[in-house]
């Protein structure tokens, strides 16, 4: 999936920006022009999403090699921001086309609330006293689980590519909407060893187990995402414009947790919604 992303923004920025910012021809004349429209913007921003989570094992059900020793599931928790979205654009339009390639930055958190994991399989518990030879616990679905403020903290790093479409309301104000791919790094950091096993914790820790006591989670990985901008640029003169815009976006995280044999893989998808204002420079 993340190559197949690759392959297409990076194509799709070598078929659209040389194009765009490179020369053309007046067709009458034979005469080499330069497009008018280019520009640079950054915009700042805030918003609110949700996280889809699919946590498990990184080991096999010793019953079933097929299968993992187990999985869990976890839907609509809500997230917030704990840094803005800050973007770098650059871009330009012709006509009704635009293109643009854009540098972002955007910091979430799951705050404070309680979620329901739907879980099943078995933990492996270590050899002890009593069970030298370790002991498999079965997992079940659970009825909730309070999770604790920036319970998980996402810094994403992208570079993108995006082709809108604008719509001319006058000299002054252009309206625009498009669609976009991108390809970053993703920082995930947590106060807890993984979410899977975090779901779990009440029941190491009757087996003599606290998770608090294993290494935090602190991990980067490549993403891919996907985001849909709608906004308005009012032009304040011929080289200098206002912007607003609303954006709905997905990032695709991919990532490894935990450790030993609380090892888990985990995937995840964040929905968000951002307000962003901006200012750009049209350059010559």
Not at 11 to 29: H, I, K, M, R, W
Not at 80 to 90: A, G, R, V
Not at 142 to 159: A, G, K, P, R, W
Not at 240 to 257: A, K
Request: glycine share 10%; net charge negative; aromatic share 16%.
């Amino acid at each position: 999936m993340v190559k197949f992303i690759i392959m297409n923004l990076f194509l799709f920025c070598a078929l659209v920006f040389l194009p765009l910012f490179g020369q053309s021809y007046d067709p009458e004349t034979g005469i080499k022009t330069y497009l008018p429209k280019k520009y640079i913007s950054f915009l700042i921003g805030g918003g609110f999403g949700n996280f889809d989570l699919t946590a498990e094992s990184a080991f096999s059900n010793p019953q079933n090699p097929k299968e993992r020793l187990w999985v869990a599931e976890v839907s609509d928790v809500s997230t917030s921001l704990h840094m803005p979205q800050l973007s770098l654009k650059f871009g330009g339009w012709k006509g009704w086309q635009g293109l643009e390639m854009e540098l972002s930055y955007v910091g979430q958190k799951i705050p404070s609330q309680i979620v329901y994991y739907d879980s099943h399989g078995q933990i492996y518990i270590p050899p002890t006293g009593e069970y030298p030879d370790g002991y498999y616990y079965p997992v079940e679905p659970q009825d909730s689980v309070d999770l604790t403020d920036e319970f998980l903290n996402f810094n994403l790093f992208s570079i993108s590519g995006t082709g809108y479409a604008n719509i001319h309301l006058s000299e002054k104000i252009k309206p625009y909407f498009g669609f976009g791919l991108s390809f970053g790094l993703n920082n995930i950091q947590s106060k807890y060893p993984g979410p899977g096993s975090f779901a779990a914790k009440n029941v190491m820790a009757a087996f003599g187990y606290n998770i608090k006591d294993a290494e935090k989670l602190n991990t980067t990985d490549f993403g891919a995402g996907l985001h849909i901008p709608f906004g308005i640029r009012f032009l304040f003169s011929e080289d200098l414009f206002f912007n607003p815009e609303f954006r709905f976006s997905q990032s695709f995280l991919s990532f490894g947790s935990s450790d030993a044999y609380l090892k888990e893989r985990d995937k995840g998808t964040i929905q968000s919604f951002h307000a962003n204002i901006g200012l750009g420079i049209i350059l010559k």
